[in-house]
């Protein structure tokens, strides 16, 4: 047997070591949009960023693409001013309309000096293989009780960024939501819940989209509300109880890529509507009342990945399509798993 240099051994340890991405986190001096960010970043390369402070609607998280490109919504010009289509949709984000004894208050649109304002970073750790920013957020009214208090919720967001097989990236998300006083998280499953925003891009290439979800085929409700029902599937549709909505996926186009957005909704959390629109934007809906001193927590894991370009555009062909709803449904599984923990 022929023995190995020492050279050829230095050589593959360091092509092992270097396969591993280096992870970091760290504030954004001059991120080129009005408020601050944290960024997380992979061997130098853009991952995701949070976004949030003055001249922004509420805090969210950006993601980008395989090349740096942003692939999610910002909402703003260069002149920080709202821009395109929808621009209160901002990347991965949070939002109900709630009733209080404040009245009606729309922390969704955030449009009648609504607030939700980060009062801290608690924590941004960069680790081997993921990076973590948590982050206190504070939901305010645009009017303040006898005592002075304009207070609707107390959240602690943390976010986890991976990218366990090496190209998807893996964003896992909980959510802490104290009440502040008795409260409901209200709206309707267009306007409310915990959604992704495709970026502006996206909204001028609407008919090129295209979704999967589980499960496939459903009741809509409405004219305009809920996911369009599959006219093809062989079973009518059904409606759907609390617990069935598993995931949805978008596949969308950016510049001459593709990419896909995955959405996990473990069934922990209370969801009771899925909601997309073709130009962009999904997510999960839940209508919910908590009492002042109240907690929730709740859980969503996106993924978002690098994709082939459908073979019958807009939607993909069957054997593309069969082959994201088993990877889906796969990571569905390890989602629910790894919360029982």
């Known amino acids: 047997m022929k023995k190995i240099s020492f050279a050829v051994v230095t ?34 390369q853009p991952v995701a960023r949070l976004v949030y402070g003055d001249g922004q609607k509420k805090p969210y998280l950006h993601v980008y693409g395989e090349a740096g490109e942003l692939l999610t919504n910002s909402g703003l010009n260069a002149e920080g001013k709202d821009s395109g289509g929808f621009p209160h949709h901002r990347g991965i984000y949070i939002g109900w309309k ?20 980060v009062r801290e970073i608690v924590k941004q750790e960069a ?5 973590t920013i948590v982050a206190h957020i504070d939901w305010l009214a645009n009017k303040k009780d006898d005592k002075e208090s304009d207070q609707l919720v107390s959240e602690t967001r943390t ?6 097989d090496g190209k998807r990236t893996q964003v896992d998300c909980h959510f802490r939501l104290r009440a502040a006083r008795d409260l409901e998280l209200g709206g309707d499953l267009q306007h409310a819940g915990i959604h992704f925003r495709a970026s502006n891009e996206v909204h001028g290439r609407a008919k090129e989209t295209s979704y999967l979800a589980d499960p496939a085929n459903r009741e809509k409700k ?7 029902v599959n006219p093809k599937a ?17 596949l969308f186009p950016i510049g001459t890529r593709w990419y896909s957005a995955t959405e996990l909704n473990p069934p922990s959390n ?6 997309w629109r073709d130009y962009g934007r999904f997510g999960y809906f839940f209508k919910k009342n908590l009492k002042a001193g109240e907690i929730l927590d709740i859980d969503y894991r996106f993924i978002i990945a690098p994709e082939e370009a459908p073979a019958t555009k807009p939607a993909p062909a069957p054997e593309q ?4 709803t088993a990877q889906a449904a796969a990571d569905y599984a390890t989602f629910v798993k790894s919360l029982e923990k």
């Open 127 to 131: 680790g081997k293989d993921s990076a």
């Open 270 to 275: 209370p969801s009771e509507e899925l909601s």
């Open 321 to 324: 399509a069969a082959k994201a």
């Open 11 to 44: 050589l593959l340890f360091s092509l092992a070591f270097s396969a591993h991405a280096e992870w970091t986190v760290q504030a954004v001096e001059k991120p080129g949009h009005p408020g601050k960010a944290v960024e997380v970043r992979a061997d130098g």
């Open 159 to 164: 976010i986890t960024v991976s990218r366990p």
């Open 234 to 250: 062989k079973a009518p549709a059904k409606a759907v109880e609390k617990g069935d909505l598993k995931w949805c996926r978008l």
């Open 98 to 117: 709630i009733t209080s004894n404040l009245g009606s208050q729309d922390l969704w649109h955030l449009n009648k000096n609504e607030r939700m304002l």
């Open 222 to 228: 409405g004219k305009d509300f809920g996911p369009i």
